[in-house]
């Protein structure tokens, strides 16, 4: 494929997602000019690698996990966003079976170590009414070797990662669990608690204790 059709492939592809992008970078960043300058950085990084991107991996789980790592990227050297009650938001989105990727769950991370904490959100079915699955996306923070997933009763089971430091595991969604990450030497680095799906979906991230995560 040359150059031009690249770049043309590209062209489409950002006027096809700019409207559900800009709605996911607004959600992980709370406020529209920032979401999208969030997005437009996110963009600038998947065109760079636009050629491999799509031989390798679907363009809107690319962008979106792009997103995801600028936004944490970002929130390190800003002062958190902090709701009453507790929390930081730390991004506000989930998948679904046809695009891996919606915006609806919203999880925050506690806001002391939250760069050393991985990520989890619940994926849902693409069916039009958004059934809750038993499947949990994971982002291992920078520098993990390995992930676990613990639900009440059970032993550390560790979640598969990618060259991308990503993965799948199943959680029954009426459970929580706790997601942890351990350093290449097996100490803990940090951990997460995954609540169960969240039933209520309607206002924005933090205002209902439901969507919140606190140490």
């Known amino acids: ?3 031009y059709e690249d770049d043309e492939q590209f062209r489409l592809f950002v006027q096809r997602q700019w409207g559900p992008l800009l709605r ?3 959600l992980l960043t709370g406020d529209r000019a920032t979401g999208e300058d969030l997005a437009q950085s996110a963009l600038e990084k998947t065109h760079r690698r636009w050629g491999r991107v799509l031989r390798r991996d679907a363009p809107e789980v690319y962008v979106r996990r792009a997103m995801v790592n600028t936004a944490i990227s970002w929130r390190r050297r800003r002062r958190p966003l902090e709701p009453a ?3 930081v938001i730390a991004y506000a989105l989930h998948g679904d079976d046809r695009t891996g990727w919606s915006t609806d769950l919203r999880l925050l991370l506690a806001a002391e170590g939250a760069d050393q904490r991985p990520v989890g959100w619940r994926i849902r079915a693409d069916n039009g009414v958004r ?3 038993d499947r949990v996306r994971v982002i291992a923070p920078p520098g993990a070797a390995r992930v676990t997933v613990t639900l009440d009763g059970a032993p550390p089971a560790t979640v598969t990662l990618d060259a991308s430091n990503a993965g ?4 029954p969604p009426d459970q929580p669990a ?3 990450a351990y350093s290449p030497d097996g100490s803990v680095l940090g951990t997460t608690p995954l609540p169960p799906v969240e039933a209520n979906m309607s206002g924005l991230p933090g205002d209902h204790p439901a969507t919140r995560v606190t140490p």
């Open 1 to 3: 494929m040359s150059r």
């Open 24 to 26: 996911t970078a607004y």
């Open 85 to 87: 009650g507790g929390g």
């Open 131 to 133: 059934t809750p699955t």
């Open 168 to 171: 799948t595991t199943r959680i």
């Open 178 to 180: 706790t997601l942890t």
